[in-house]
């Protein structure tokens, strides 16, 4: 075997070494370009990441919040996803290992955790945090409802007052007819 060794060239063997080191070694890196993602209810997210190992990698993503952890998906980088029926329908996979969720829920809010596994067993994790927020559109449907409400009271007010005040001379008119004396006719005496 050493006499092997010694027959490679320097070259030959520096790039041997730096195969074995990459190989031997945990030679997986998940960049995310984000690590917080922010999105409303009934909205999508999607976790970006980028990759890089050697040979064709297992994929897991992993929820985890206060109240509970659950598996999401699991696949070989390049074959089908298995998703959890939980998040059936919900899940889209992506050929570089991102995840998209779409149709958000509250309780969706919490850590997303990412698990590269090499064929050789070596694997790395990244946790990603996802907050879902409440739309206020309820809120400012609310305030036009109640305002539009409140001025159509307010129109239907001052018809009332305006009706009433008609009235209110109407009867007035009413009344100094009824009081003043018949018309009696007076005789007028020649001078």
Same mark, same amino acid.
């Given at each position: 075997?050493?006499?092997?060794?010694?027959?490679?060239?320097?070259?030959?063997?520096?790039?041997?070494?730096?195969?074995?080191?990459?190989?031997?070694?945990? &030679?997986?890196?998940? !960049?995310?370009?984000?690590?917080? $993602?922010?999105?409303?209810?009934? +909205? #999508?997210?999607?976790? %970006?990441?980028?990759?890089?190992?050697?040979?064709?990698?297992?994929?897991?993503?992993?929820?985890?919040?206060?109240?509970?952890?659950?598996?999401?998906?699991?696949?070989?980088?390049?074959?089908? &996803?298995?998703?959890? !029926?939980?998040?059936?329908?919900? $899940?889209?996979?992506?050929?570089? +290992? #991102?995840?998209?969720? %779409?149709?958000?829920?509250?309780?969706?809010?919490?850590?997303?955790?990412?698990?590269?596994?090499?064929?050789?067993?070596?694997?790395?994790?990244?946790?990603?945090?996802?907050?879902?927020?409440?739309?206020?559109?309820?809120?400012?449907?609310?305030?036009? $409802?109640?305002?539009?409400?409140? +001025?159509?009271?307010?129109?239907?007010?001052?018809?009332?007052?305006?009706?009433?005040?008609?009235?209110?001379?109407?009867?007035?008119?009413?009344?100094?007819?009824?009081?003043?004396?018949?018309?009696?006719?007076?005789?007028?005496?020649?001078?």
């Amino acid at each position: 075997m050493r006499s092997a060794w010694i027959c490679l060239s320097q070259n030959t063997q520096i790039l041997y070494l730096i195969f074995c080191l990459c190989h031997f070694t945990q &030679a997986i890196t998940i !960049q995310v370009p984000r690590n917080t $993602v922010t999105a409303p209810v009934q +909205g #999508s997210a999607l976790f %970006s990441v980028d990759i890089t190992c050697i040979g064709t990698p297992t994929i897991r993503w992993m929820f985890s919040s206060v109240n509970r952890q659950q598996r999401i998906a699991a696949w070989v980088l390049g074959g089908s &996803a298995n998703v959890t !029926q939980m998040y059936e329908g919900r $899940v889209q996979t992506h050929p570089n +290992g #991102s995840l998209s969720i %779409s149709n958000l829920r509250l309780q969706d809010s919490g850590y997303y955790i990412i698990t590269v596994t090499e064929m050789t067993g070596s694997s790395k994790d990244m946790g990603l945090v996802l907050t879902v927020t409440e739309v206020l559109y309820e809120d400012i449907q609310f305030l036009v $409802v109640f305002v539009i409400v409140l +001025g159509t009271l307010a129109a239907f007010l001052m018809l009332c007052m305006w009706l009433l005040n008609k009235l209110y001379h109407f009867i007035k008119v009413w009344r100094q007819r009824r009081c003043l004396p018949e018309h009696t006719e007076t005789e007028l005496q020649p001078l």
